[in-house]
């Protein structure tokens, strides 16, 4: 009953090759996001997506493509991995407020067990 | 831009006792959501506590509270009665109502509780 689960957990790979980590909530929420944690443990989003769609691109290289087939799931793909690109990557779920018109008294993202990816 | 600070990299306490973490804000916002965000060593992110900004009372989770000033944004996490388990980081977040496509998150403050 794991309400925002990712695969893998762990996945160490080498320059230049090409990677998927995936992911997918069963909590029935409209939109997901991908965030990446940082060797200094500072968290920062990626991207987010409502209702299948791209809403927020911050600036993220090329590489990563994002992909949500449908509502509950997400996807990241990186292609020609760099070192840099060693982190922990986070998905996360939500509500969407402002499609009900209300302010959600328990508005909150779920995050996913996260995915240390490590390129050598 | 909005942002989220937290001055403290790091604090200890002793189990049983009371620390306040702290983290201020910056927004021109008036309708938002604050958190507190814990990630022990599991790496798994736990929401603690939650903060309506149009809500004046201070929100409350057991043994967490937070001392929530709007005029002064500035949104504190006091643990009572530390335990053990309470080691982890702690992330202050910020969500603005009217784009609540991001979280906000301040740089953290690694929480060691000791017996």
């Known amino acids: 009953d794991t309400a925002v689960s990712q695969t893998p957990k762990y996945l160490v790979t080498q320059m230049g090759n090409d990677k998927s980590i995936k992911c997918e909530q069963n909590l029935g929420h409209d939109t997901m996001y991908w965030y990446k944690q940082d060797s200094k443990k500072f968290l920062k989003i990626m991207f987010s997506?409502?209702?299948?769609?791209?809403?927020i691109n911050e600036t993220v290289p090329n590489r990563f493509s994002p992909k949500s087939p449908d509502k509950a799931h997400l996807n990241l793909h990186i292609n020609s991995l760099e070192l840099g690109d060693s982190a922990v990557y986070f998905c996360a779920s939500s509500q969407d407020l402002r499609t009900s018109g209300t302010q959600s008294l328990n508005y909150e993202q779920y995050f996913g067990p996260g995915t240390r990816l490590t390129v050598t | 831009a909005q942002t989220v600070t937290q001055s403290q990299p790091e604090m200890s306490v002793q189990e049983a006792e009371t620390v306040t973490l702290s983290c201020t804000y910056d927004t021109s916002e008036s309708n938002y959501y604050l958190f507190w965000y814990k990630q022990p060593p599991s790496r798994q992110m736990i929401l603690v506590i939650r903060?309506?900004?149009?809500?004046?009372q201070n929100a409350t989770e057991n043994r967490f509270s937070v001392n929530f000033q709007k005029a002064a944004k500035s949104f504190s996490l006091k643990i009572s009665d530390s335990q053990l388990g309470d080691t982890a980081m702690y992330f202050c977040a910020f969500i603005d109502y009217y784009n609540t496509d991001k979280l906000i998150f301040g740089t953290g403050t690694r929480l060691q509780v000791f017996p």
């Open positions: 997506y409502n209702n299948k769609e791209l809403i």
């Open positions: 903060q309506e900004a149009y809500k004046q």
